[in-house]
């Protein structure tokens, strides 16, 4: 297989056009028929609340203990969450956590005599702990059972938030144009940066050279189009050694044929690991489609008190939504300055006036965000811990808004993966919420559980690199009708 080294932007529509187009209805009565038989319970670890994306009516579980997958593994759906919100941990706490969720999920399995296929669900531009996570999960399993893995799927595609990969590059849609992984923002990313946007490399690059580009499966398009399922399945039974296999794809059609060729392999007695975004967990969880939630849908009473927005988000299209954001005149912003971190008796002081200012605006009916001081605090060469570490002061502090607001909001919308897991499972303390549906496409809505902060509210978690310009607008003016 050559591996192809071109990382050019190119035009969407001059990708795109040549492709030809399959026939849905016998591609989705292949799948009905495969899922029907698939007979496996699938748990997806979600390293932030953004994997829920394009899923509805699924459950949500924020912790990984027994019991809750024990609960998981109960219900009707083939599939539920887990929030590890790992993407927000050392790697050591990664380690951990993600071997203790091998074990426990190998325990509450063997109690209700059910296999299970493990799904790390990580973020659409390749950031997080890759490959620990699922080399934890792999090691764990192998050894507390019989199951040996053969290979690991690696699936970014995700349509609703323009990453694409065609000729095995993994690409970012801005506006009219598909610009390479590698080259974005994304892969400059402090803790998760990476070069390389050919999928097979990128593997290469994030095991250290332990798994090669030339031993990878390469899923084309060309394959997947001309429906190519038995080739594709014979493909998947070669896999051997844990070597990757690259998934290409521009729409959920390509997901659809590869799954039905994937339970094919995996009836023949294969077992994968997978390393996938937001859309894969949709057509293996065999999840409808459905449409986007509506106000009367969200806001279920009219309590005459404002929404809360929490913004945490440093990436630039949070940035640039947030601007947006700011010509609503129906809100009232507040500037929570995090850089006073460093002067933790000013740092007290000013969480607490943001948090007495919010209570006091929702409660007289105004809506109100809040948003960090959006300069990135940087300490200089070297200072990684010591910025993790005040990063995660500054987050208990925005999540402590939630935590000690007396008055319950009409709505929580929060910005940013590990802004949105934070309030969630602390400012909220939420055990199990339910997956509404999206707001806007890849924005999903929790309902949260009767054991939470504020029962049922409609919890939206806005990914920070999701939506248009003017999205985060446009959804707040929804809510706000």
Known sequence: MSVIKSTDTRLVDDVFKGIPEVDRNAVTEMLKSELADLNKKIIVLDDDPTGVQTVHNISVYTDWSVDSIEKGFAEQNAMFFILTNSRGFTAAETEKAHKEIAENALEAAKKQGKDFIIISRGDSTLRGHYPLETEVLKETIESGSDIKFDGEVIVPFFKEGGRFTVDN???????????????????????????????????????????????????????????????IADQLLEVKDFNKVIVNAIDYVDIEIFTIALIKAMKAGKHFMFRSAAALTKVIGGVSDKGLLTREELIKEE???????????????????????????????????????????????????????????????????????????????????????????????????????????????????????????????????TVAGQIKPGIPVWFTGEESKFPGISYIIFPGNVGTKTALKETVELLDK
């Not at 590698?182 to 390389?196: H, L, M, N």
Request: aromatic share 6%.
């Open 169 to 231: 590059i993994h690409y970012v849609q801005h506006e009219d144009h598909l610009v390479p992984a590698g080259e974005t923002e994304f892969a400059k990313d402090r803790t998760f940066g990476y070069t390389k946007s050919h999928l097979g490399e990128w593997a290469e690059e994030k095991s250290n050279g332990r798994f090669k580009a030339e031993n990878a499966t390469y899923i084309s398009l060309e394959s997947l189009r001309a429906l190519e399922v038995d080739k």
């Open 303 to 433: 309590s005459g008190n404002g929404g809360l927005i929490i913004v945490g988000s440093h990436v630039k299209k949070t940035t640039e939504q947030l601007e947006e954001l700011k010509k609503c005149d129906f809100i009232e912003f507040i500037e929570f300055n995090v850089h006073l971190v460093l002067d933790p008796e000013q740092f007290k002081a000013e969480t607490e006036r943001v948090i007495e200012t919010c209570e006091n605006l929702i409660r007289s009916g105004k809506t109100v965000a809040v948003y960090t001081k959006r300069e990135r605090m940087d300490l200089g060469e070297g200072k990684k811990e010591e910025e993790l570490m005040l990063s995660v002061r500054i987050s208990d502090a925005v999540t402590s808004i939630v935590q000690t607001l007396n008055v319950r909001p009409s709505y929580i919308v929060a910005k940013g993966g590990i802004t949105s897991s934070d309030i969630g499972t602390k400012g909220l303390e939420v055990k199990r919420a």
